[in-house]
């Protein structure tokens, strides 16, 4: 676990996918907050979990859309990081949403139901949490938080 700027950690992964972005027509943009919150983690872990969370959008979009990624540190010294999609419907069914998170669970036709089950373990082996909501009038919105490295943000 190392001091981790999350904005930079963000970025890359942005960058990495851009191409995927522009063959699927989606258009993707980050909103960050105005200071870089730093974290005490493993940044290749906090990018696989950013990238699981926005290829679930990106499958979830199948005639392109607009993906949001927010960013910031928040007043309870805990970083939070938003994947928002207008996927093709109104999100996840309400039944599905107290099992998203479970091993070997998934909404997938060809989905194992792994992705989001490691996601949470690594959000919570570096003392956060992960939620999803529905995001109105179509598409969902999936959050982690992780909390701040000491005396961090920039």
Same mark, same amino acid.
């Given at each position: 676990? #190392?001091?981790?700027?999350?904005? *930079?950690?963000? !970025?890359?992964?942005?960058?990495?996918?851009?191409?995927?972005?522009?063959?699927?027509?989606?258009?993707?943009?980050?909103?960050?907050?105005?200071?870089?919150?730093?974290? /005490?983690?493993?940044?290749?872990?906090?990018?696989?979990? /950013?990238?699981?969370?926005?290829?679930?959008?990106?499958?979830?979009?199948?005639?392109?859309?607009?993906? #949001?990624? !927010?960013?910031?540190?928040?007043?309870?010294?805990?970083?939070?990081?938003?994947?928002?999609? #207008?996927?093709?419907?109104?999100?996840? *069914?309400?039944?599905?949403?107290?099992?998203?998170?479970?091993?070997?669970?998934?909404?997938?036709?060809?989905?194992?139901?792994?992705?989001?089950?490691?996601?949470? &373990?690594?959000?919570?082996?570096?003392?956060? &949490?992960?939620?999803?909501?529905?995001?109105? +009038?179509?598409?969902?919105?999936? &959050?982690?938080?992780? +909390? /701040?490295?000491?005396?961090?943000?920039?």
């Amino acid at each position: 676990m #190392t001091p981790t700027d999350l904005h *930079e950690a963000i !970025r890359e992964v942005l960058l990495v996918l851009n191409g995927e972005f522009r063959r699927r027509g989606i258009d993707a943009s980050f909103q960050a907050g105005p200071e870089a919150p730093i974290v /005490l983690g493993d940044r290749t872990q906090l990018q696989q979990v /950013l990238l699981n969370l926005v290829m679930n959008s990106v499958e979830a979009m199948t005639d392109g859309g607009q993906l #949001t990624i !927010r960013s910031a540190a928040g007043p309870d010294r805990f970083a939070r990081v938003s994947v928002q999609d #207008t996927g093709t419907g109104t999100g996840l *069914e309400q039944d599905h949403m107290d099992r998203i998170f479970e091993a070997f669970f998934s909404t997938k036709a060809g989905g194992i139901g792994m992705g989001l089950s490691i996601c949470r &373990s690594i959000v919570q082996a570096h003392g956060g &949490s992960i939620s999803a909501a529905n995001h109105s +009038p179509r598409g969902s919105t999936f &959050s982690f938080t992780v +909390p /701040l490295a000491a005396g961090a943000a920039r």
